[in-house]
């Protein structure tokens, strides 16, 4: 079964960090693109990084510079976002998403334009609350 599975979610005091973590079964991802998205209560989902294949070209929000690094480690098979100073607007469920090498991709700048830029496999999610 194809899927992407996301974990390190949890609750988390204002100013806090969490790291999020991204890993597949079916697939390698190492192959492919990863994007992370959230979507906060009552709010549509919206970009926050991505990350190419190998690892040398990232892409981030606006909204999240300074606060979210992406990064992976294809030997051990995983994406990670690193978020820091978190406050209670980082409050969503966080996806992570995988773009097949099959699409072409010409940069990253349009990585976080979804429907538009095309991702392949979802995972379910992981919540992130940021409460004191």
């Known amino acids: 079964q194809v899927q992407l599975v996301e974990s390190g979610g949890g609750v988390v005091q204002p100013g806090g960090s969490l790291r999020l973590s991204c890993t597949s079964s079916?697939?390698?991802?190492?192959?492919?693109?990863i994007g992370w998205f959230r979507q906060g209560p009552g709010k549509e989902r919206e970009g926050g990084s991505c990350?190419?294949?190998?690892?040398?070209?990232?892409n981030l929000a606006d909204s999240v510079k300074g606060r979210f690094t992406i990064s992976r480690d294809n030997a051990k098979h995983t994406v990670f976002l690193t978020i820091n100073s978190l406050n209670p607007e980082d409050t969503a469920v966080y996806y992570c998403?995988?773009?097949?090498?099959?699409?072409?991709?010409?940069?990253?700048?349009?990585?976080?334009?979804?429907?538009?830029?095309?991702?392949?496999?979802w995972g379910q999610g992981t919540q992130v609350t940021v409460s004191s």
């Open positions: 990350i190419s294949s190998r690892g040398d070209s990232t």
């Open positions: 079916g697939f390698s991802l190492d192959y492919y693109l």
């Open positions: 998403a995988a773009r097949s090498p099959s699409r072409i991709t010409t940069g990253l700048s349009m990585c976080l334009m979804t429907p538009g830029f095309r991702y392949d496999y």
